[in-house]
């Protein structure tokens, strides 16, 4: 096990390293300047350079990259080229909205998949598993825009139940209006991400249907159901759980687009602005934070497969 | 221009509008009683103001872009003179200013007894200090506004003089803008994100990407305010502003989508009014590059464009504009008849100038609407361009077409006041070059008398326009929707300015 974590840490530094500079390089490419829009449509070039001179822009990149990596080495993402505050104060501030999201996704999504999941692989070949098929099969297709706006027409305009967009400005001091706030955007993620967890849960519970150990189960009295609960849901899960290590990512990813669908005020409407006025420093830590948090998700979710499946072990552990 | 506006966003929620929103409970309002007595102003009231565009920070000083104007400028801080929203210059940090007859020295008497939100003292020496730091710092915005001030002094106590080389009949406009605003010299708060000024409301709290707070402050030198705050809330979202604005989330709504008013009108306590701007949706010619060079073409381009059928496509929320300089701006000549709409001469002109088929590109902003494109592309198709129209994001337009003025057509709102000087300078992106209209504009300047100065002014944006240096499509007018009860915001350049000192609400 010492040995399995430790590669996988030094997997994870590596990681961490070449998406910095990925991050980095690649923003360079970027058509503008942080520097013109600060100094605004009547700045003068003398008036840019001198922006520029200020911010420590005219110094060569790869200076500029090694000076950002020493930073966080001290673990400081940086400051913002345009308000001057810390990059991550301003990011645990929007992760105050966009943590919470992501989790009430997730929760949806599980909630969702998992039970319709076996329904629909039990069920199969039979109309009800067919259909559930159908649906997942669409709903993993939809784009998460158009999700959310039939779910504002239908909750909000249609029915009044929820907000259609906004959250409350002064945030979690009123629980009840976050949640409010927060429960259509994690639907719109949810269901599409639940109808993704509930195409994986099928294919596993089919998988699990074939086995010996189900067949044993259902040849000593049990029904096929049950057999699969008691004895084939624990391998399924164990399967959802690595599918999950790499959704983490789309369920981030999703945040940041139906955050500007909901004008909700966390990390992924920031980033979107910060990529409008060319707020470099600023977007690569936003980018390289969530990078890092991916990643480290993605450790700890494979440690816990190792841990809870014993077919991973070494010998003598 | 650099307060480009950024205004009606896409309007992606257009069949979402409807919206409910829970009642927004206003902490002012919560602590000094209800909503009050109809008819009387509530001392406890906190006004909601629902914007467009949020500031990237709070430096007036170095940043540029409206959205601090509008928030900061009148109500937090303040000059020796100040504007109305039609445009008069008011003394406000000065009780008095005389201007010499030779133009070349402004005296300025101050008020006694004003104080910064800190509880200092307003000196001449703030004074001097602030006007000088404009002068002297390159980095500042608005420092070439002071290029003809020689010396900033404070004889006495009360004076303080600015002596200049030569006559700048713009100088007191400027003064009036951020050229001119008042810091406290001693004063080492972070400007980026606090403030420090002499208006009748502090700066209380800016949560970025949410909301700023400004609240009365109870120290103010002149009238105090009649609300105990003002929240500002930004909308990019058309439909969202409109949804705020009938849950009650705002009070008051500016920059509302014309498209989209009927949804507002006929509403129980909602009232809309309509303003004038000075923004000036300008479609530019890059008049250094062919096929631009020839008049014939601008021309062609003027006349097959129907600013009637643009005004409808944004909803209505516009006048026709025929030169460079809108109404409420010195100069300003009904120049409507130049280059009207007239298909079938544009035609002859193409064919005259041998630029049949033509094939133009148009790059503008992607916060504008997608409609103006859509409407440029049928009319010009008619006398036979064909448009390609590319939305970019404003950091790109800004790097290609603002600085390398690699573009042929492009939209702008060009919503600065008093932004003739764009057309005497043959380096802006308009690459539109007249010495007769540089010498008039330097004339203007150097006037003393108002009048000669309206006349030169008005000579010279006859010339742009009969130039065809650009077609003008319409001069913006602006929505602003106001609840029952809320008094004293004003509508007419709302864009620009908010000088929220008289508002009340009952």
Not at chain 1, 142 to 166: C, D, E, N, R
Not at chain 1, 263 to 292: H, I, N, S, Y
Not at chain 2, 140 to 157: E, H
């Amino acid at each position: 096990m010492f040995r399995f974590v430790l590669s996988r840490l030094v997997l994870l530094v590596i990681g961490l390293v070449v998406a910095s500079a990925l991050i980095f390089f690649t923003l360079r490419l970027l058509t503008g300047d942080v520097a013109q829009v600060i100094a605004g449509t009547q700045g003068t070039a003398a008036q840019v350079a001198a922006i520029r001179t200020q911010l420590g822009l005219d110094r060569p990149l790869p200076v500029q990259y090694l000076d950002w990596l020493a930073g966080m080495l001290h673990g400081d993402l940086g400051t913002s080229l345009v308000t001057g505050s810390s990059v991550s104060s301003q990011l645990l501030q929007k992760l105050t909205v966009t943590l919470p999201l992501a989790g009430m996704s997730l929760v949806i999504g599980l909630l969702v998949g998992i039970p319709l999941g076996v329904v629909a692989a039990v069920r199969n070949r039979r109309p009800e598993g067919t259909a559930l098929s159908v649906v997942a099969q669409a709903l993993a297709a939809v784009p998460a825009v158009w999700g959310g706006m039939i779910l504002i027409a239908v909750f909000a305009v249609a029915l009044k139940l929820l907000p259609t967009q906004g959250y409350p400005s002064d945030g979690w001091a009123e629980p009840g209006r976050a949640l409010r706030s927060l429960l259509l955007p994690a639907l719109t993620i949810g269901i599409i991400e639940g109808a993704v967890i509930l195409r994986f849960t099928r294919s596993a519970t089919l998988g699990a249907l074939d086995e010996d150990y189900v067949r044993t189960a259902a040849a000593k009295g049990m029904t096929r159901t049950r057999a699969v609960l008691t004895h084939g849901l624990p391998n399924v899960l164990l399967s959802v759980v690595s599918v999950l290590g790499v959704q983490m990512a789309a369920l981030l990813v999703g945040a940041v687009l139906v955050e500007q669908l909901f004008a909700l005020p966390g990390v992924g409407r920031m980033l979107v602005a910060d990529v409008g006025v060319r707020d470099l420093t600023k977007v690569q830590g936003e980018l390289l934070a969530l990078t890092g948090l991916v990643l480290i998700l993605g450790f700890i979710v494979d440690l816990v497969h190792r841990a809870v499946d014993p077919r991973l072990r070494e010998p003598g552990e | 221009m650099s307060s480009a506006r950024f205004p009606l966003p896409k309007r992606l929620l257009a069949a979402a509008s409807l919206a409910v929103a829970t009642a927004l409970v206003v902490a002012g309002c919560s602590s000094g009683g209800t909503t009050g007595e109809t008819g009387k102003p509530d001392a406890a009231a906190v006004v909601n103001v629902g914007l467009v565009l949020e500031p990237t920070d709070l430096d007036i000083r170095t940043t540029a872009g409206i959205a601090l104007d509008q928030v900061l400028i009148d109500n937090v801080y303040q000059g020796l003179v100040g504007r109305t929203s039609t445009n008069d210059i008011v003394d406000v940090l000065a009780t008095k200013h005389t201007v010499s007859s030779d133009g070349l020295t402004y005296t300025f008497t101050l008020h006694q007894g004003v104080r910064f939100h800190d509880g200092a003292d307003l000196t001449a020496a703030d004074v001097v200090w602030s006007l000088q730091q404009v002068k002297d710092t390159a980095t500042f915005q608005n420092t070439a506004d002071l290029a003809a001030v020689k010396s900033i002094s404070s004889p006495d106590a009360d004076t303080v003089v600015l002596k200049l080389s030569e006559p700048d009949s713009n100088l007191l406009w400027a003064l009036s803008g951020r050229a001119g605003l008042v810091l406290e010299e001693a004063a080492t708060n972070d400007l980026k994100t606090t403030a420090n000024g002499t208006g009748p409301y502090t700066l209380a709290s800016w949560k970025q990407g949410d909301n700023i707070q400004l609240k009365r402050f109870s120290d103010y030198w002149g009238t105090k305010a009649k609300v105990a705050g003002v929240t500002f809330r930004y909308y990019t979202q058309a439909s969202a502003a409109i949804n705020a604005v009938i849950s009650g989330d705002v009070d008051v709504q500016t920059a509302v989508d014309a498209t989209l008013k009927s949804q507002l009108t006929g509403v129980d306590g909602i009232s809309l009014k309509s303003g004038k701007t000075t923004d000036k949706y300008t479609l530019a010619f890059n008049n250094a590059e062919a096929p631009f060079t020839d008049i014939r073409v601008r021309k062609a381009i003027r006349e097959a464009i129907d600013s009637k059928a643009i005004i409808t496509a944004v909803g209505g929320s516009g006048v026709e504009q025929g030169g460079p300089i809108p109404e409420l701006d010195p100069g300003y000549d009904d120049l409507t008849s130049v280059d009207s709409y007239d298909p079938d001469d544009a035609r002859k002109l193409l064919k005259a100038a041998g630029a049949t088929n033509l094939k133009l590109s148009l790059t503008y902003a992607n916060f504008y609407p997608a409609s103006l494109g859509d409407v440029l592309t049928s009319q010009l198709k008619k006398v036979g361009i064909t448009l390609t129209v590319k939305q970019t994001d404003f950091t790109t337009w800004i790097n290609n077409v603002l600085v390398k003025h690699d573009y042929q057509l492009s939209i702008v709102n060009h919503a600065e006041s008093h932004d003739f000087g764009n057309w005497a300078n043959p380096k802006y992106y308009f690459g539109y070059d007249n010495t007769k209209v540089q010498e008039l504009y330097a004339e203007s300047l150097a006037a003393t008398d108002q009048t000669v100065v309206d006349e030169k002014l008005a000579e010279a944006a006859k010339i742009v326009s009969d130039d065809a240096a650009a077609d003008w499509l319409y001069t913006a007018t602006t929505l602003t929707a106001i609840h029952d009860g809320v008094t004293g915001f004003p509508t007419s350049s709302t864009s620009a300015r908010l000088d929220l000192a008289n508002l009340a609400k009952s």
